[in-house]
C-alpha cells in the first residue's frame, strides 16, 4: 500500500515538470504579449521597453523558464502581471465562488440522483427505469452552455424568478447567496446528476445482488430496510468517487457556466489570463489544476485499492 | 479641468488659465480643495503630479504631456506649464486623465499598492472605498467636495464588471443593478419599449474603422484601397448592423466635436468607379485578401456584410477572427492586410487623428504605416494654431486628404447608448465616455 | 458532462462501474440491457443515418444559400418560407443548420482520427518498447490529462492561428491519451501471449507483429471508444466555437450559430435552439450508436 503511494508520487515528478514546460512554451509561443494587450491604446514604446525588462520579459524563453521553474521551488507562483498581486491571492479570491458552485453542484445532483437513482434499481426495466436511462442519456449528451441560456430564457426572462447574473456570497448572504447560485448550480447539477443516476442505479444493483443481501431478505427485513441499511452503503462508494473526481473538473473546468453567468470563479479566471497572455497566471493555475487532479486521482485509486483489495492494481 | 456636454472646456481644479504666449499656459488653481486623504491640493502637488506623469518609468500618460517641458510653481496656487512646442490639444488632454491629480503623500507612502488602494487619493466627488477584482469597485460621497453647488447626493456607488450584455441587460430589467454603461445596438429597440428602463443616447467620440497596410500589398497600392473604400455600402452597415445606433463615418473625427465638417460627406457606394480603381490597380478581375477583426459577435456580423458588399464588386475578402492580444500583435507588427481599429475617441480632435496618421518610425499605433508629407503637414499645423476656427479649416482638409489616401476605412461614429433605472435622476451625458454621478439622485 | 470537453472519461468511468464481476450475474444484466436498449439503438442508428445523409446532400438540401444575407428580412419568425427563421443579417437558418452537420460531423471524426492515430502510435511504442520509454510515453500522456483542456484549445488555437484546423488539432491532442492507454493496454496483453513469443522466437520483426498480431485484436476496443468519443468530441468543438474558436465566418457550425445567436435569446430564441435541438439530438443519437457498439463488441460485457 504505501509503497504503491510512494510510486505514484514519485511519478508525479516527471508528470509535473511536463505539464509546466508544457503550458511555458504554449504561452510563449502564442502571439502578443501582456504588455500589448494591458497599454492597447498607449503609444509609448520606451515604457513598454521598461516593463517588459521590469518583468523579465525580454530575456531569452529558457531563462525565463528557469527563473520561473525556480521560483517554483521556492513555493512562489509568481505575480499576476496585470494586477501585480500574488497568482496564489488570485486563486484563492476566486476558488470560493467555484468551490460553492461545485459543492451547490453536486448538492443538487445528489438530490436528483438519489431518489431517481433508488427508484431505477428497485423498479428496473420498468416505464421508471427506461425513464430514467433516457434522462441519464439526456444530460450527459446536453451541451451545458445550450442547458444555461435554455435555463436564462425559462427563468431569468420569462418567469423572472432567480437573479441571472452576478454573485453573492451564500456565507454572508445566506438567501441571496444561495438564489444567485441557483441556476448555474443547476446548469452544472444536472448533467453530473445524470452521470450519478446511472452509477448509482448499477452499483444498486450490484450491491443487491450479493449474498448478504439474499440473507438479510431471508430473515424477513422488509424490502426498504434492505436498501437502506445494506445495500445502500457498499452502493454508495462508486458515487463517491465519481463525484470527488468531478470536483475538480467542475473547480476549474465550469468556465462556460461562469462566464454566461458572471461569476468570478476559477475557470473563468485562467480563461480571461490567456486572453491577456498573463503568463504567470496561467501557468501558476494550469500547474495548480495538474496537481489537483493528480492528487484527486491518487486519492481515488488508494481509498479503492483500500476498499477492495481484489482492485488493487498491480 | 472638465467637459461640460457640448465638449467644451470648463474650470474645475484649475479655476482659470491663460496663454501668455503659445508655449506657455498659466493655470490659476482653485483653493481650499483637499484630497481625499485630508492634504491640500495645490501648485506643489498639480507639479509633483506633472512631474510623475513624465517621468514615471510605468507611466502610461507620457505621451499625453510630452509636449510639457516643465513645471514652475509660482505661487501656492498656480503653476506655469512651459511648453517644448506649441500644443492646441493640451487643455482637452487635460479635461482627461492626464488632468486628474493624486496625492503626493498617497503616492509616496503606498508605492505600487497605489494601483490596487487608491483610497485618499483623489479630489472627486466621490472617494475610493474598496477594489474587489473582478467583482466590484465601491466608492462613497466625498463629504468635503469642493464645488458645494449640488450635488454629491449619491451616499455610493458600486461598479460591477458583467462580462455578458445580455446577463447585464436583464440585471437593469430586474432591478439588481440601477444603471448601465452601454446598450448592443441589437436591444436598443426592446429597451427603449421597456417602461422600467430609461434610455439615454450618447453620441460618443469614438470612430470605429478598418485601417489597411500601406506596406504591402494589395493595398500598398492607392487605387485599390479606394476601390475597396468605393464598394462599400455605409448605410448598409450603419442600419443594418448597427441598427441605426449611430452615424456613418466621414473620416476619423465625430460629429460631436467642433472640428466635424458635415459638409464632407461619407464615401458612397459605387460599384461602377470601383471596377474601374480595380483595373487603374492592375487588378481589373478583382483580388483576395485577410481581414482581421475580433472575435465580438458585432464585429463578426460587420465582417460579414463588407463580405458580401465586397464580393459585389468582385473583391474576394476572407475573414480571420482574433482575439485581442493577437489583434493587438499583428496591428503592432503590421501583420496584417485590413485590421479592424475601434478608437475610443477624444475630446480634442487631435487624439483622434495625429498619432494614427504622422509618420512614425517602429511600433506606433500608426498601423497602416501611412506616410504622406502633406498630411504630416496638416497634422503638425493643428497643433501649432491655436485658433479654433483655424484648427477646424485645417481638420476639413485633413479629413478630405483621408478620404483620397485612405490609411484606414471609416465606418461608424457610434453611438453609446446608456440605461438608466427610472429611480436615477440627474444624469448628464458627456460624450467622453465617462460616467459622472456628481448631479444624480435616486428617486 | 457534457459541456467540459473530456465527458468521455466520466461516461466511460460510470460505464465500468456497471460491468459486474461474475460472468453469471452478466448475463442476467445483459438480458437487463439489451431490453433498456431495445428501443434506443435503432434510434440512435437513424439519427445518425440522418446527420450523414443531411451533411452529404447539403447543397441540394438546403432550401437557401446559407451565405445569402438579406439585412431587410433579419431576425424573422419561423414561417413558411423559413422553417426555422432568419438570423441576424437575414440568413436562412435551416439552411445553417443543414451545412453546420458537415462541419460537426467532420470536426468529430476527424478530431477522433487523428486522437486513434496518434494515441495507438503512443501505445503501440509504449507497450512494445517497454522499460523507460514505455514510462517517457506514459508520463507524456498523464501530463496531457492533467492540463485542463480548455486551456489547452485556447492556447493551441491561438498559437495555430484561428480556424477549425487549430481546433480540430487541440481535440485530437486532447483525446490522445485515452486512445493511447487503450493501446498499450491491449498491446501488453497480447504480447504476453504466447503465440507472439512464439513469432518472436521465429525471428519475426517487431513491427510485422505489431501489424499482424497486436492491431486486428486491438480494433474492437479502440472502435468502442472511438465512437463513443466522436459524439463528445462534437459537443467539445461546439464548446469551443460557442467560445469564438473554430470555424471562421462565414462559414458556420452549431456552436458558433449559438453563440452568434445568444444575444438575441429574448427576441429570437430560434437562432439559438434550431441549431441546439440539431445538437443534441446528433449526440444522443451518436451516444445510443456508441453504446450499441460497445455491447456488440466488447467481449466482457457478451452474453
Same mark, same amino acid.
Given at each position: 500500500m504505501g509503497r504503491l503511494v510512494l510510486r505514484r508520487l514519485g511519478s508525479t515528478v516527471p508528470v509535473l515538470l511536463l505539464v509546466t514546460a508544457g503550458v511555458f512554451l504554449l504561452l510563449h509561443l502564442t502571439p502578443g504579449d501582456p504588455i500589448d494587450v494591458m497599454m492597447a491604446e498607449s503609444v509609448d514604446v520606451t515604457v513598454k521597453e521598461n516593463l517588459r525588462r521590469e518583468l523579465g520579459l525580454d530575456r531569452p524563453l529558457y531563462v525565463q523558464y528557469a527563473t520561473w521553474m525556480g521560483r517554483l521551488l521556492k513555493a512562489d507562483l509568481g505575480r499576476s502581471i496585470r494586477n501585480g498581486e500574488p497568482v496564489i491571492e488570485n486563486v484563492s479570491r476566486r476558488l470560493r465562488p467555484s468551490l460553492e458552485l461545485a459543492l451547490c453542484a453536486m448538492a443538487i445532483s445528489l438530490m436528483i440522483a438519489f431518489p431517481l437513482g433508488i427508484v431505477c434499481a428497485v423498479r428496473r426495466n420498468t416505464p421508471i427505469d427506461r425513464a430514467g436511462a433516457t434522462f441519464a442519456v439526456v444530460g450527459i449528451c446536453m451541451p451545458n452552455f445550450l442547458l444555461a441560456l435554455l435555463l436564462i430564457f425559462l427563468f431569468g426572462v420569462t418567469l423572472r424568478w432567480l437573479p441571472i447574473s452576478g454573485y453573492t456570497d451564500p456565507l454572508d448572504e445566506p438567501w441571496n447567496g444561495l438564489r444567485s447560485l441557483a441556476l448555474p448550480a443547476v446548469t452544472l447539477g444536472l448533467a453530473l446528476a445524470a452521470v450519478?443516476?446511472?452509477?448509482?442505479?448499477?452499483?444498486?444493483?450490484?450491491?443487491?445482488?450479493?449474498?448478504?443481501?439474499?440473507?438479510?431478505?431471508?430473515?424477513?427485513?422488509?424490502?426498504?430496510?434492505? %436498501?437502506?441499511?445494506?445495500?445502500?452503503?457498499?452502493?454508495? %462508494?462508486?458515487?463517491?468517487?465519481?463525484?470527488?473526481?468531478?470536483l475538480g473538473t467542475l473547480i476549474g473546468g465550469a468556465v462556460i457556466t461562469e462566464y454566461v453567468f458572471a461569476l468570478p470563479g476559477v475557470g473563468r479566471l485562467v480563461v480571461d489570463a490567456v486572453f491577456a497572455r498573463d503568463y504567470p497566471l496561467v501557468q501558476g493555475v494550469v500547474l495548480l489544476i495538474a496537481v489537483g487532479f493528480i492528487v484527486s486521482n491518487l486519492i481515488v485509486d488508494v481509498l479503492y485499492g483500500w476498499i477492495d483489495p481484489r482492485i488493487r492494481s498491480r | 479641468m472638465t467637459l461640460d456636454v457640448k465638449l467644451g472646456i470648463k474650470p474645475g481644479l484649475a479655476e482659470s488659465w491663460q496663454q501668455p504666449d503659445a508655449k506657455t499656459v498659466v493655470f490659476k488653481l482653485r483653493r481650499g480643495v483637499k484630497f481625499h486623504d485630508g492634504t491640500d491640493f495645490n501648485a506643489e502637488a498639480a507639479r509633483f503630479n506633472f512631474n510623475r506623469m513624465k517621468t514615471e518609468p510605468k507611466s502610461v500618460r507620457k505621451g499625453e504631456v510630452a509636449s510639457i517641458d516643465s513645471v514652475d510653481v509660482v505661487d501656492a496656487s498656480t503653476i506655469k506649464l512651459n511648453l517644448k512646442r506649441p500644443d492646441a490639444a493640451l487643455l482637452a488632454t487635460l479635461t482627461d486623465r492626464a488632468g486628474m491629480m493624486v496625492s503626493p503623500k498617497v503616492v509616496q507612502e503606498r508605492g505600487s499598492e497605489l494601483e490596487r488602494n487608491a483610497k485618499g487619493a483623489g479630489t472627486g466627488p466621490f472617494e475610493f472605498v474598496e477594489?474587489?477584482?473582478?467583482?466590484?469597485?465601491?466608492?462613497?460621497?466625498?463629504?468635503?467636495?469642493?464645488?458645494?453647488?449640488g450635488g454629491p447626493y449619491l451616499d455610493r456607488i458600486r461598479y460591477r464588471p458583467i462580462p455578458d450584455d445580455t446577463v447585464k441587460l436583464q440585471s437593469l430589467q430586474t432591478g439588481e443593478i440601477d444603471v448601465m454603461d452601454y446598450v448592443q445596438p441589437r436591444d436598443v429597440a426592446a429597451v427603449k419599449a421597456d417602461r422600467n428602463v430609461v434610455v439615454v443616447d450618447v453620441p460618443s467620440l469614438a470612430d470605429f474603422a478598418y485601417q489597411l497596410n500601406h506596406m504591402r500589398p494589395p493595398f500598398a497600392t492607392r487605387a485599390l484601397r479606394q476601390a475597396v473604400a468605393l464598394s462599400l455600402d455605409l448605410d448598409q452597415i450603419v442600419k443594418g448592423v448597427w441598427l441605426n445606433v449611430g452615424v456613418p463615418a466621414n473620416g476619423p473625427i465625430p460629429p460631436t466635436s467642433w472640428a466635424y465638417d458635415k459638409s464632407i460627406p461619407p464615401i458612397k457606394r459605387d460599384l461602377a468607379r470601383a471596377r474601374a480603381k480595380l483595373a487603374e490597380g492592375g487588378q481589373p478581375n478583382g483580388f483576395t485578401f485577410t481581414m482581421t477583426t475580433n472575435n465580438i459577435p458585432i464585429n463578426v456580423q460587420e465582417a460579414e456584410v463588407i463580405q458580401a458588399q465586397l464580393r459585389e464588386a468582385g473583391i474576394t475578402m476572407k475573414i480571420k477572427l482574433a482575439d485581442s492580444a493577437t489583434l493587438i500583435a499583428d496591428g503592432n507588427n503590421k501583420n496584417f492586410e485590413m485590421i479592424s481599429y475601434q478608437w475610443s475617441g477624444r475630446p480634442d480632435p487631435d487624439g483622434n487623428t495625429y498619432q494614427f496618421y504622422k509618420t512614425t518610425q517602429g511600433t506606433s499605433l500608426n498601423w497602416s504605416g501611412i506616410s504622406h508629407p502633406q498630411i504630416d503637414a496638416l497634422l503638425d499645423r493643428t497643433r501649432e494654431v491655436s485658433s479654433q476656427a483655424e484648427r477646424r479649416k485645417l481638420f476639413s482638409d485633413l479629413t478630405k486628404l483621408l478620404q483620397e489616401e485612405l490609411p484606414m476605412v471609416f465606418i461608424i461614429h457610434p453611438i453609446e447608448p446608456k440605461a438608466f433605472s427610472p429611480k436615477v435622476q440627474g444624469y448628464e451625458p458627456i460624450p467622453d465616455g465617462m460616467m459622472r454621478f456628481k448631479d444624480v439622485w435616486l428617486q | 458532462m457534457a459541456g467540459s470537453i473530456r465527458g468521455s472519461d466520466l461516461a466511460e468511468h460510470a460505464a465500468s462501474l456497471e460491468r459486474p464481476a461474475s460472468p453469471l450475474r452478466a448475463r442476467r444484466w445483459n438480458v437487463v440491457r439489451r431490453a433498456a436498449r431495445a428501443r434506443l439503438a435503432p434510434f440512435g442508428a437513424a439519427v445518425m443515418l440522418v446527420a450523414v445523409l443531411v451533411a452529404l446532400t447539403a447543397p441540394l438540401l438546403a432550401p437557401y444559400d446559407p451565405l445569402a444575407q438579406n439585412l431587410g428580412n433579419t431576425l424573422a419568425r419561423p414561417g413558411r418560407a423559413h422553417l426555422l427563421g432568419t438570423d441576424s443579417v437575414g440568413r436562412d437558418v435551416l439552411s445553417r443548420v443543414i451545412w453546420g452537420t458537415r462541419v460537426s460531423l467532420l470536426a468529430g471524426l476527424v478530431a477522433v482520427a487523428i486522437a486513434v492515430i496518434a494515441g495507438s502510435l503512443f501505445g503501440i511504442v509504449a507497450g512494445y518498447c517497454g522499460g523507460r520509454i514505455d514510462g517517457l510515453v506514459m508520463r507524456l500522456m498523464d501530463a496531457v490529462l492533467s492540463f !485542463?483542456?480548455?486551456?489547452?484549445?485556447?492556447a493551441l488555437g491561438a498559437v495555430l492561428g484561428a480556424g477549425l484546423v487549430g481546433v480540430l488539432i487541440a481535440l485530437g491532442v486532447v483525446y490522445? !491519451?485515452?486512445?493511447? $492507454?487503450?493501446?498499450?493496454?491491449?498491446?501488453?496483453?497480447?504480447?504476453?501471449?504466447?503465440?507472439?513469443?512464439?513469432?518472436?522466437?521465429?525471428?519475426?520483426?517487431?513491427?510485422?507483429?505489431?501489424? $499482424?498480431?497486436?492491431? !486486428?485484436?486491438?480494433?474492437? !476496443?479502440?472502435?468502442v471508444q472511438a465512437s463513443l468519443s466522436v459524439a463528445f468530441a462534437i459537443l467539445a468543438e461546439a464548446a469551443l466555437s460557442f467560445l469564438g474558436l473554430g470555424i471562421q465566418p462565414p462559414q458556420a457550425s452549431w456552436g458558433s450559430m449559438i453563440n452568434a445567436g445568444r444575444g438575441y435569446l429574448q427576441q429570437a430564441p430560434w437562432i439559438v435552439f434550431g441549431p441546439g435541438a440539431a445538437l443534441f439530438v446528433t449526440v444522443v443519437g451518436l451516444n445510443f450508436v456508441g453504446d450499441a457498439v460497445r455491447d456488440a463488441l466488447d467481449p466482457r460485457t457478451r452474453g
Open positions: 450519478v443516476t446511472r452509477t448509482l442505479r448499477s452499483s444498486l444493483l450490484e450491491a443487491l445482488a450479493e449474498d448478504y443481501v439474499r440473507t438479510a431478505r431471508a430473515k424477513g427485513l422488509s424490502e426498504w430496510r434492505v %436498501i437502506w441499511s445494506h445495500a445502500l452503503k457498499n452502493a454508495l %462508494i462508486p458515487v463517491v468517487t465519481v463525484l470527488g473526481l468531478q | 477594489w474587489v477584482k473582478d467583482d466590484h469597485i465601491l466608492i462613497k460621497r466625498n463629504e468635503s467636495y469642493w464645488n458645494k453647488q | !485542463p483542456p480548455l486551456v489547452l484549445a485556447l490522445t !491519451p485515452t486512445f493511447a $492507454r487503450l493501446m498499450r493496454g491491449q498491446v501488453l496483453a497480447i504480447i504476453a501471449r504466447d503465440f507472439v513469443e512464439a513469432a518472436r522466437a521465429l525471428g519475426a520483426p517487431g513491427w510485422r507483429i505489431a501489424w $499482424r498480431h497486436v492491431v !486486428p485484436n486491438a480494433i474492437n !476496443p479502440i472502435i
